[in-house]
């Protein structure tokens, strides 16, 4: 995706310096709502938001307050939802933060410590439901990893539009561990891979479930072949693979 490059250049830049104040941060174990001081001067400095107009922590839902939402005139772009910088996400501030988004109709959640930042998308169907579209730990990671640049362009001033966090979503769902692991036990893949094998032993007869199970069971792991991820995975390829082949047939027949 083409995030432009001021905005790059601003993440990159001031990425370095806030990793500094996230480490002593950490070190000093600061309070929560010491953790959303940060949080709003990394969101006016990394994504370009005004400090004064466009973010507040007085965005109230059903009568409780959220930490920190991110406006722009009359459109509420997205919610963050904050812990001190030493609590570890867990389900249950998941749930809280999509329950505060659901509750609006907002689409897209952040929930973050200041140091570990996760982005959501929530399905507005009953029930609620939602995928992770990004997880990244600001201290680790390099202020030059191309997936963060591409997170935070895209929830930037410059680079948010529904339509942008829409193809990011796609683009992360296509390219997650689930949709690989999904795709490992494809057909099109097995076959694949039984050529490769042929070419180290090429006397070798092996079934199509026979390598399926065994990469199921033996190469990947669980998660990425038994959860509701992973079926979300399955499924999706399944129905792009149907919808590949419609098209085809359209064609030939043309």
Same mark, same amino acid.
Request: net charge positive; hydrophobic share 45%; with cysteine.
């Given at each position: 995706?083409?995030? *432009?490059?001021?905005?790059?250049?601003?993440?990159?830049?001031?990425?370095?310096?806030?990793?500094t104040?996230?480490?002593?941060? !950490?070190?000093?174990?600061? $309070?929560?709502?010491?953790?959303?001081?940060?949080?709003?001067?990394? &969101?006016? /400095?990394?994504?370009?938001?005004?400090?004064?107009? /466009?973010i507040? %922590?007085?965005?109230?839902?059903?009568?409780?307050?959220?930490?920190?939402?991110?406006?722009?005139? /009359?459109?509420?772009?997205?919610l963050?939802?904050?812990?001190?910088?030493?609590?570890?996400?867990?389900d249950?501030?998941?749930?809280?933060?999509?329950?505060?988004?659901?509750?609006?109709?907002?689409?897209?959640?952040?929930?973050?410590?200041? #140091?570990?930042?996760?982005? @959501?998308?929530? @399905?507005?169907?009953q *029930?609620?439901?939602?995928?992770?579209?990004?997880?990244?730990?600001?201290?680790?990671?390099? *202020? !030059?990893?191309?997936?963060?640049?591409?997170?935070?362009?895209?929830?930037?001033?410059?680079?948010? %539009?529904? $339509?942008?966090?829409?193809?990011?979503?796609?683009?992360?769902?296509? %390219?997650?561990?689930?949709?690989?692991?999904?795709?490992l036990?494809?057909?099109?893949?097995?076959?694949?891979?039984?050529?490769?094998?042929?070419?180290? $032993?090429p %006397?070798?007869?092996?079934?199509?479930?026979?390598?399926?199970?065994?990469?199921?069971?033996?190469?990947? !792991?669980? /998660?990425?072949?038994?959860?509701?991820?992973?079926?979300?995975? +399955?499924?999706?390829?399944?129905? #792009?693979?149907?919808?590949? +082949?419609? &098209?085809?047939?359209?064609?030939?027949?043309?």
């Amino acid at each position: 995706m083409a995030i *432009p490059k001021k905005v790059v250049d601003r993440i990159v830049n001031n990425l370095k310096r806030f990793q500094t104040i996230l480490a002593e941060a !950490k070190n000093r174990d600061i $309070s929560e709502s010491d953790t959303v001081v940060i949080l709003a001067d990394m &969101l006016a /400095e990394l994504l370009g938001y005004k400090k004064y107009t /466009e973010i507040t %922590t007085e965005f109230a839902i059903r009568g409780t307050y959220v930490d920190l939402a991110v406006k722009v005139g /009359e459109d509420v772009r997205f919610l963050l939802e904050a812990k001190a910088i030493n609590v570890e996400l867990k389900d249950n501030h998941i749930k809280q933060a999509i329950d505060y988004g659901a509750n609006h109709g907002i689409e897209w959640v952040v929930l973050t410590n200041g #140091a570990v930042w996760q982005v @959501y998308k929530i @399905y507005f169907k009953q *029930p609620i439901d939602k995928s992770l579209i990004f997880e990244v730990d600001l201290i680790k990671t390099s *202020p !030059k990893n191309q997936q963060l640049i591409e997170c935070f362009g895209t929830l930037s001033r410059e680079g948010f %539009t529904q $339509s942008s966090m829409t193809a990011f979503f796609q683009q992360q769902q296509a %390219t997650s561990k689930f949709s690989l692991a999904a795709l490992l036990t494809t057909d099109n893949m097995l076959l694949a891979l039984k050529k490769e094998l042929k070419k180290i $032993s090429p %006397t070798l007869k092996v079934e199509d479930e026979f390598l399926r199970n065994a990469i199921q069971n033996d190469v990947l !792991k669980r /998660e990425l072949v038994d959860s509701d991820e992973a079926r979300a995975a +399955a499924d999706a390829i399944k129905k #792009a693979a149907k919808q590949s +082949a419609k &098209l085809k047939s359209k064609v030939s027949d043309q």
